[in-house]
């Protein structure tokens, strides 16, 4: 490699290296844990979407076991998939262009979960119990938001492959 394709090359990564730290600050602020936003970032930030944990840790700075962590909140919330490289025993961890669709269509199943627990809170409280109105309402906004939520990605399909063309 050229002493300026080096130079080029470390441009690149220095400028990955900042937006991962300022976008990773942006969604540790919305919630999210600290190493698994910094580990979402960087996948976000990389040419390929997909690196190995090593090569995680050597972008990020950190432990194996701090990757190790970050990566296994990231694959529960479907935010990151783990693959097998072709012919090796390492994982290559990926960030796919659509995980906000697969992360928020997955939410789904939680919705529903909460809208049971709600529904026994109701039978258990009583439905006329001031506490049971208010499960009424959380149940009510839930039911409302997942109902939104169905065609709300629906639409997003449209609307995507209307800007990036038909999904591979």
Do not use: C, K
Not at 87 to 105: C, K, M, P
Not at 137 to 153: D, H, K, N, R, Y
């Amino acid at each position: 490699m050229s002493t300026e394709q080096n130079d080029e090359r470390e441009e690149d990564l220095a400028a990955a290296s900042r937006f991962t730290e300022q976008f990773a600050a942006q969604l540790v602020w919305a919630g999210m844990p600290r190493m698994p936003a910094r580990v979402f970032a960087a996948l976000l930030a990389s040419d390929s979407g997909a690196l190995t944990s090593a090569e995680l840790g050597e972008r990020l700075h950190v432990s194996p076991a701090a990757v190790s962590g970050a990566v296994r909140y990231l694959t529960q919330q479907y935010m990151v998939t783990r693959e097998r490289a072709p012919g090796s025993r390492r994982d290559i961890f990926r960030v796919h262009s659509n995980q906000w669709y697969e992360a928020l269509t997955n939410r789904d199943s939680v919705l529903q979960r909460w809208e049971a627990a709600l529904r026994d809170g109701i039978a258990s409280l009583g439905a006329d119990s001031p506490a049971g109105h208010r499960l009424q309402e959380t149940l009510a906004f839930f039911e409302f938001v997942q109902a939104e939520l169905t065609g709300m990605m629906a639409r997003w399909r449209t609307h995507r492959e209307t800007l990036f063309g038909p999904q591979s």
